[in-house]
């Protein structure tokens, strides 16, 4: 079966079915922010460790879930979709998707019942945030009242075993609240012992959110029930199905970040909604999302600088042979992978989940020399680090173990 083709020009691999056989997954980021995402929203994000920076969940060896979801409803009708054909599965007879994979970017198109939709989804160069960045077009004949809903499930512990193992504890460190457009996640030892005015910017205090730029948040929710409901999964939430959420928080549950939006759209227009989700505190969470309520098109202008960088990296070290397949893997995708592997040294994927105490001294060696000819300046970087880091008989010491840093 063919589920898409290579785009040689863009550098970018296209899914033309969303059904595929696994998923297919993308990488974003960098050193400071790492992303896992699937062609179906599916996957998890983390700060400087995989392993002990968790800050979106993902259950392995399941159903590619839960993951960067963004529901679409309609107010009329009272049905609904998501931007992804995951999670709420419509029959593929109806609604017809698209998963562009491209170089630290995946960019999804979808059209169902006269709307179409682009959700683009990135972390900027130098920043350690991720970006949902959603579109939305009436292409009906009619005026249409729409709720968008994005939905962030945060680890209740950093340490991504203890957050779906040690559940007598990590489900009681946590608490949620909304401010002004986003939700902010608190995880702590002893949350009785700190009033809410004090936890707020507490620096003890591990903070993620997830936060709306580019409209008005008309509901919200950070509770994971609360927005599922009881007896109920990611295709079907209550709060999407009820038209609006309980704009209630979560206190020593599992928590979740949930924002909805009321778009009114009239035949041909299209409107813009960004979701961003990070581990900050509330102060630099607020000036995160307010660059983006201010700077027009910055979404667009921040994926032309990833491209850009990128794109230059991949210049470097190019071949050009008989076979396009073989050309079209080692100057983009091998090339591309290289980075990712040097940059996480094998410690984020959907079959290994990190590394327990930061990167591999064996496995960061071999992978420098993946990228020493696409940047050697990275290359020099990273073999200095690794130096420091052995001893007079050949071997090596354990790294440092990566602790989160919110700030």
Same mark, same amino acid.
């Given at each position: ?22 998923? =297919? ?29 968790? &800050? ?24 609904? +979709?998501?931007?992804? +054909? ?29 709307? $179409? ?13 991720? %970006? +949902? ?57 002893? @949350? ?7 936890y707020i910017d507490n620096k003890n205090v591990s903070m993620r959110f997830l936060g709306m730029a580019g409209q008005k948040v008309s509901s919200w929710c950070g509770s994971k029930e609360g927005f599922l ?8 939430? &209550?709060?999407?199905?009820?038209? $609006? ?13 949930a924002l909805t939006t009321l778009l009114e759209l009239a035949p041909g227009e299209t409107k813009e ?14 000036? &995160? ?8 098109? @910055? ?10 960088? =990128? ?21 983009? =995708? ?9 940059? =996480?040294? /094998? ?7 990190? @590394? /327990? ?10 992978? &420098? ?18 130096? $420091?880091?052995? %001893?007079?008989?050949?071997?090596? @010491? ?10």
């Amino acid at each position: 079966m063919r589920y898409g083709y290579f785009d040689n020009e863009k550098r970018e691999y296209v899914i033309t079915r969303p059904d595929t056989p696994a998923p =297919w997954v993308n990488y974003l980021g960098s050193p400071e922010y790492g992303a896992i995402i699937s062609n179906n929203a599916g996957g998890y994000s983390f700060e400087k460790s995989g392993a002990n920076g968790r &800050i979106l969940r993902y259950v392995f060896n399941q159903f590619d879930e839960p993951g960067r979801y963004i529901y679409i409803r309609d107010n009329d009708s009272k049905d609904y +979709w998501s931007a992804s +054909w995951q999670p709420v599965g419509k029959d593929l007879d109806e609604y017809k998707s698209e998963c562009h994979h491209g170089t630290a970017y995946t960019r999804m198109t979808a059209k169902y019942s006269g709307i $179409s939709s682009e959700a683009l989804y990135y972390v900027p160069l130098d920043k350690s945030y991720e %970006v +949902w960045d959603l579109k939305v077009t009436n292409n009906s004949e009619k005026n249409r009242k729409l709720n968008i809903t994005g939905y962030a499930e945060f680890t209740n512990n950093c340490n991504y075993e203890q957050d779906q193992v040690n559940l007598q504890y990590s489900q009681f460190i946590t608490s949620t609240h909304f401010s002004q457009n986003r939700v902010m996640h608190h995880v702590h030892g002893n @949350l009785d012992a700190l009033k809410e005015d004090e936890y707020i910017d507490n620096k003890n205090v591990s903070m993620r959110f997830l936060g709306m730029a580019g409209q008005k948040v008309s509901s919200w929710c950070g509770s994971k029930e609360g927005f599922l409901g009881r007896y109920h999964d990611y295709s079907n939430p &209550i709060g999407v199905i009820n038209g $609006s959420l309980d704009n209630k928080g979560n206190y020593n549950e599992n928590g979740c970040g949930a924002l909805t939006t009321l778009l009114e759209l009239a035949p041909g227009e299209t409107k813009e909604v960004i979701f961003i989700v990070g581990m900050k505190y509330d102060d630099e969470a607020a000036k &995160i999302i307010a660059r983006y309520d201010e700077n027009e098109n @910055l979404c667009e202008k921040e994926l032309v600088e990833l491209k850009k960088f =990128w794109h230059g990296k991949l210049e470097k070290f190019q071949v050009k042979t008989p076979s396009e397949e073989f050309n079209t893997m080692i100057n983009t =995708w091998n090339a591309y992978n290289c980075f990712m592997t040097f940059i =996480w040294s /094998r410690a984020a994927s959907f079959t290994y989940c990190g @590394l /327990r105490n930061g990167y591999g001294y064996r496995d960061t060696v071999q992978d &420098i020399q993946g990228i020493i000819h696409l940047a050697p300046e990275m290359a020099v970087e990273k073999i200095r680090f690794m130096l $420091s880091a052995q %001893v007079d008989n050949g071997g090596g @010491l354990p790294l440092v173990k990566f602790t989160h840093n919110p700030g």
